[in-house]
């Protein structure tokens, strides 16, 4: 299985909806609606290898008949509709969440039909107008999307241009294309605008020999900044988000939620609820639910529920305590990556290190709560959902309301932030059920108590490594075991000859018994605790050998790509080499996640009195192949930085047993204006590299920057996130 395939079969398992997809998938994937919709435009015809992107991952890797499944569609125009005025309509399976797709897929679109900009619009997220996608998820839009979605622009342009010379009366080969039409070159007077090709009418056409792609060197659009398409509607309030749409007669509910994970409803006493004013009481297969024609009413007629409880059995489990329960309870194991003999390599090394590296619960926190509006009318369902994959949540539904997937319809608004935590939509089954029920369109939106209680949690996590280095600074063996978070971004990329990373177990969810609530994708998922862990570890590698840690770095590294990302992060920096601890407060940290290799710099301030960490300043080196939308990349790169201080130095999930202590802002703390450092982002050239992910890489270095830059300026060595005030202030006595 290849990156996209093993992280989305991941993604769906995390989640009970997705595996239960998994294990009942549609039969064949139906004709797109929209081709019936479309009532004029070109439409090309051709076919695409499109393994790489099927949902079911699992089968990718079996061998025998294969079953029909969910792919991109093999006809072009799902992708693209042109006009007969000549504008162009792209349409996507990904959904918009804050990461700037719906410019840079319009720049790849009209960069490809030579085609101006601004008259290219996208269409996100809608199963009855976009082709098929797994899900938004793992920096993958650009990676795995792009190919197609360009290819379909360069076909759709290589039949315009064949209709152009029918038209011209003009052989193809003395044509050329450029805003929008077709020319006759060396009389450019005589043109023909794709539009009017067009005529509104629908061309169906195959082409024997498919056409190369734009080479880089051409491009005109990709790789100009270019401002994000919804930044002033987002700014100015004006962006829709699925929690702004509104049907006449809708309803809004509460649903009964259970006091700590585990429990179990013995009874509902509604009859007060019942007799509030405009209030409908749903109770339904384990469901209970008051409705209102106001979120309030609703609110308050869910205080007026009477609930019964069987509490799970008393825990000792906490957030202290969780780390040696993973370490006992996770016994299944994945070799990951090894070479060398481990034996061999510890009877070179002058040095062991051990060192055991902890992590804890994160949650999501999105600024958008998880929401979904449904309305049945007839046999047809349509839900607008807060989610990153509609087309899962439209096979979820089918299978919920017993309707054929043809008959489902999920609209993804703008989602107000995803970060792997929108991948599990029982929101969306409610309002579905409750919908049904009521017979009216009704919307679920969850309080940020509910989101708090209900997430899938970044998993915590145990990581051991010992590891070696001999007498000339040189890293003679590496091993590495890490617990719970998963193997993404465990295999390091050093060079080491005795080497073994193992992984227990190899995703992010654990068996049965193993984790108090629901876990699940976070930014980068692993890679985070991985790459603390690890450039931790070589941080104190280096000042074991009494070397500066980006001189010991470029020792032990072969990597060329990794070799001119640090280069450059220490160019752009101006470093001076010091061992470490130098009091100047400076952390390194390399990484590589979505085919992107980064490497940081970052300077601290530690407040010895209280323990709190200032971060001053964090420049960010990045490699990811050509970039489509350089402004958009360096406002990824600056929302990774600063999400990534708030899993290194404040979020973590207060818990007992099942009972989540924080349920809000008041107790979860997550970084503040006032905490944003300067931040300077290098994006290096690297144009023969195809375009690679930008919406994860940055982030998973912030742990072990911050971590290292805290040991240089105090010498004390944090083996745990976040790095509190309190637990600094700890570990400053022991530096």
């Known amino acids: 299985?290849?990156?996209?395939?093993?992280?989305?079969?991941?993604?769906?398992?995390?989640?009970?909806?997705?595996?239960?997809?998994?294990?009942?998938?549609?039969?064949?994937?139906?004709?797109?609606?929209?081709?019936?919709?479309?009532?004029?435009?070109?439409?090309?015809?051709?076919?695409?290898?499109?393994?790489?992107?099927?949902?079911?991952?699992?089968?990718?890797?079996?061998?025998?008949?294969?079953?029909?499944?969910?792919?991109?569609?093999?006809?072009?125009?799902?992708?693209?509709?042109?006009?007969?005025?000549?504008?162009?309509?792209?349409?996507?399976?990904?959904?918009?969440?804050?990461?700037?797709?719906?410019?840079?897929?319009?720049?790849?679109?009209?960069?490809?039909?030579?085609?101006?900009?601004?008259?290219?619009?996208?269409?996100?997220?809608?199963?009855?107008?976009?082709?098929?996608?797994?899900?938004?998820?793992?920096?993958?839009?650009?990676?795995?999307?792009?190919?197609?979605?360009?290819?379909?622009?360069?076909?759709?342009?290589?039949?315009?241009?064949?209709?152009?010379?029918?038209?011209?009366?003009?052989?193809?080969?003395?044509?050329?294309?450029?805003?929008?039409?077709?020319?006759?070159?060396?009389?450019?007077?005589?043109?023909?605008?794709?539009?009017?090709?067009?005529?509104?009418?629908?061309?169906?056409?195959?082409?024997?020999?498919?056409?190369?792609?734009?080479?880089?060197?051409?491009?005109?659009?990709?790789?100009?900044?270019?401002?994000?398409?919804?930044?002033?509607?987002?700014?100015?309030?004006?962006?829709?988000?699925?929690?702004?749409?509104?049907?006449?007669?809708?309803?809004?509910?509460?649903?009964?939620?259970?006091?700590?994970h585990g429990a179990k409803l013995t009874s509902a006493d509604t009859t007060r609820a019942k007799a509030a004013a405009g209030v409908r009481v749903i109770e339904q297969d384990g469901l209970v639910a008051v409705l209102h024609a106001t979120p309030d009413g609703a609110e308050e007629a869910l205080a007026l529920v009477k609930a019964q409880w069987e509490l799970p059995p008393a825990s000792t489990l906490t957030e202290d305590t969780i780390h040696d329960h993973l370490d006992a309870t996770i016994k299944d194991a994945k070799v990951v990556d090894s070479g060398g003999d481990l034996a061999a390599g510890r009877a070179a090394t002058k040095r062991v290190i051990e060192t055991t590296f902890l992590d804890g619960y994160v949650a999501h926190v999105c600024m958008e709560t998880h929401a979904a509006l449904a309305q049945i009318e007839g046999d047809k369902l349509t839900v607008w959902a807060s989610t990153q994959n509609p087309f899962g949540v439209r096979d979820m539904l089918a299978r919920t309301v017993g309707f054929p997937p043809e008959k489902v319809r999920v609209i993804t608004p703008f989602v107000g932030g995803g970060f792997g935590g929108k991948t599990s939509n029982g929101q969306c089954a409610e309002a579905a059920r409750l919908a049904r029920a009521a017979g009216v369109p009704v919307q679920v939106m969850r309080s940020r108590e509910e989101e708090f209680f209900l997430d899938t949690f970044r998993p915590a996590a145990k990581i051991k490594i010992a590891s070696g280095i001999d007498d000339a600074g040189a890293m003679t063996f590496w091993d590495y075991e890490v617990i719970a978070a998963g193997e993404r971004g465990s295999a390091q990329f050093y060079s080491v000859p005795h080497h073994r990373t193992v992984a227990r177990p190899s995703g992010w969810t654990g068996p049965a018994g193993s984790h108090p609530f629901a876990t699940g994708a976070w930014r980068a998922p692993a890679n985070n605790t991985n790459t603390f862990a690890r450039e931790s570890q070589i941080d104190i590698m280096a000042a074991a050998a009494g070397m500066d840690p980006i001189e010991f770095r470029l020792k032990n590294m072969t990597d060329a790509r990794m070799l001119r990302t640090l280069r450059a992060a220490a160019d752009a920096w101006g470093w001076k080499p010091a061992p470490a601890p130098s009091r100047r407060g400076l952390g390194v940290a390399c990484g590589a996640d979505a085919g992107t290799y980064v490497a940081a710099i970052a300077e601290v301030e530690v407040d010895k009195a209280t323990g709190a960490v200032k971060v001053k300043r964090v420049l960010v080196a990045q490699d990811m192949g050509v970039v489509i939308n350089p402004q958009g990349t360096l406002i990824q790169l600056e929302g990774c930085v600063m999400m990534g201080l708030g899993y290194a130095l404040s979020e973590e999930m207060h818990f007992k047993g099942g009972e989540i202590l924080d349920t809000n802002f008041n107790r979860y703390a997550i970084p503040r204006f006032s905490q944003v450092p300067k931040i300077e982002g290098v994006l290096l050239d690297h144009n023969d590299l195809p375009p690679q992910g930008g919406g994860e890489p940055a982030i998973i270095l912030m742990g072990g920057l911050i971590a290292n830059a805290i040991h240089d300026a105090t010498g004390a060595r944090l083996l745990r996130m976040p790095m509190t005030p309190a637990r600094v202030k700890a570990a400053l006595p022991r530096a």
């Open 1 to 260: 299985m290849n990156d996209y395939e093993k992280l989305s079969l991941e993604i769906l398992r995390s989640t009970p909806a997705g595996a239960a997809m998994l294990a009942d998938r549609p039969a064949s994937p139906e004709r797109r609606r929209f081709l019936q919709m479309l009532s004029g435009g070109l439409l090309i015809g051709v076919t695409l290898n499109t393994s790489l992107l099927r949902a079911d991952a699992e089968e990718a890797a079996t061998v025998g008949p294969r079953r029909p499944r969910n792919e991109l569609p093999k006809d072009f125009n799902a992708f693209l509709h042109i006009a007969e005025d000549g504008k162009i309509t792209g349409y996507t399976g990904k959904i918009e969440m804050g990461q700037g797709i719906n410019t840079s897929l319009a720049q790849m679109l009209a960069e490809e039909l030579d085609a101006p900009y601004d008259t290219v619009r996208m269409v996100a997220g809608d199963t009855d107008l976009c082709p098929w996608d797994a899900g938004t998820w793992g920096s993958m839009t650009t990676r795995f999307f792009g190919p197609p979605f360009r290819a379909a622009a360069a076909e759709a342009k290589a039949v315009l241009v064949l209709l152009a010379a029918e038209a011209l009366g003009v052989p193809a080969d003395q044509l050329i294309t450029r805003d929008g039409a077709v020319l006759v070159r060396g009389d450019e007077s005589r043109r023909v605008a794709y539009g009017a090709l067009t005529k509104g009418q629908r061309i169906e056409r195959h082409l024997e020999v498919k056409p190369t792609l734009k080479d880089v060197a051409a491009f005109k659009i990709v790789g100009k900044p270019q401002l994000r398409r919804d930044a002033r509607d987002k700014v100015t309030g004006r962006a829709h988000y699925t929690g702004d749409v509104r049907l006449p007669g809708m309803l809004y509910a509460k649903v009964l939620r259970p006091p700590v």
